[in-house]
């Protein structure tokens, strides 16, 4: 079986989509199947200092990067292009991660030309919140590429049951398959000492630490988060929020401004991307973790502060319905007054916070692996290609 995954970059600015790209490669590849993955050399600003157009080989695929163009939000690479052109036919099944993007609108059009099944993967790109914002070239793309190339797929990859029920108002009938991220257990066996973190960033030691990991965005609801932190400060005066995540729109100075509204400019860190050591250390060092999100697909950092047996404050919009059945994670509205309400019980009530922590690490561990991934994709392609019924995998507490 030879599968090609597509997605329009990879480079660390972009966030969780870009880890999951290589990660999910890398595990299906490990289960007998060949994977190859093409994608351009864009990085926010810049451009990732790779060799382009020759495949670079890892472990246990293949990767080749392309050069681009960037207009705007957009990734013109005529090279990838070509190569698309050129070699589309040499693949039983293609996987894109993305929509509303030049290379992953080529590359279903090329395989509705050459009967090439394939698999969308939004990412949470078609969610209410992600379609309205920026709404005018959204709909515009959608009604000129996006509408065909979601009604001819083989199969929409969807990584969570909210998600795919978010999506029912563009009354889709493809077939749906829900296959969540993952990560790697060996990752968080044991995360490092918390004094590598201490010594970045001195003003954090002795403090109650809250961490937001994400990139630094409208959609991560840092407005609400600067609302609900100000309740816990004024309870909690020992507390100190990490804002840990890459600025790649230009975000960040609004984002410093609700905080610094809030009037406590001294329990706030921005740290900038943390990665490697440096945010596993991060990670053993705070206490609690918050996502405020209004929309995610599937939150790679809501997974790794789990693994982590962090209690965690998490909203509807981070598509997790599951850590709530699991009472794993504090689920709640998307609302400054109920993320500071979730946040203000776990710290009145330490105990039950670290067991939530210890559910959610177990939760995770258990159902949200890349093998566990991997092997459910692998059945969905099969399903495909053979052709039988797609597979439905259900939830483990819903």
């Not at 993007?101 to 992600?130: D, F, K």
Request: charged fraction near 15%.
């Amino acid at each position: 079986m030879k599968i090609l995954l597509v997605i329009p970059a990879l480079g660390q600015v972009y966030g969780g989509p870009s880890k999951i790209a290589l990660e999910l490669a890398d595990a299906l590849s490990q289960q007998a199947t060949h994977v190859d993955l093409v994608t351009t050399n864009a990085n926010g600003n810049t451009n990732l200092d790779v060799p382009l157009q020759t495949w670079l080989p890892t472990q246990s695929y293949r990767i080749q990067y392309f050069p681009h163009l960037g207009l705007g939000d957009y990734k013109i690479s005529g090279s990838l292009t070509q190569w698309l052109f050129r070699h589309i036919k040499d693949y039983d099944l293609v996987h894109t991660i993305a929509v509303f993007s030049y290379p992953i609108a080529v590359t279903h059009w090329l395989c509705q030309r050459h009967n090439i099944p394939y698999i969308m993967n939004p990412q949470g790109m078609l969610e209410p919140w992600a379609l309205g914002y920026k709404a005018w070239k959204k709909r515009l793309f959608y009604i000129l590429s996006e509408k065909e190339a979601l009604q001819n797929a083989s199969a929409l990859h969807m990584l969570s049951s909210s998600e795919a029920q978010r999506i029912e108002p563009l009354q889709l009938k493809t077939p749906i398959v829900i296959v969540p991220n993952g990560l790697h257990c060996q990752d968080y066996e044991t995360l490092p000492a918390p004094d590598h973190f201490y010594r970045q960033f001195p003003e954090t030691q002795g403090k109650t630490l809250l961490l937001f990991l994400g990139r630094i965005d409208p959609k991560k609801g840092l407005d609400l988060l600067a609302s609900a932190f100000a309740s816990v400060h004024q309870l909690f005066p020992k507390t100190h929020l990490i804002v840990a995540g890459q600025d790649n729109i230009g975000f960040l100075p609004t984002a410093k401004n609700y905080f610094a509204q809030a009037n406590y400019p001294d329990a706030v860190t921005f740290t900038g991307m943390l990665t490697g050591k440096l945010k596993y250390s991060a990670l053993a060092a705070v206490n609690l973790y918050v996502a405020p999100s209004y929309s995610e697909g599937f939150s790679m950092s809501v997974l790794e502060a789990m693994a982590s047996g962090l209690p965690c404050v998490i909203t509807t919009g981070c598509n997790f319905p599951e850590a709530a059945h699991a009472n794993a994670a504090k689920v709640v509205n998307i609302q400054a007054d109920a993320i500071a309400q979730a946040l203000i019980e776990c710290l009145s009530d330490p105990l039950a916070a670290k067991s939530m922590g210890d559910r959610a690490r177990q939760l995770v561990l258990n159902h949200y692996t890349w093998d566990r991934v991997a092997a459910q994709l692998i059945d969905v392609y099969s399903a495909i290609l053979d052709p039988r019924p797609l597979p439905a995998f259900s939830s483990p507490y819903l």
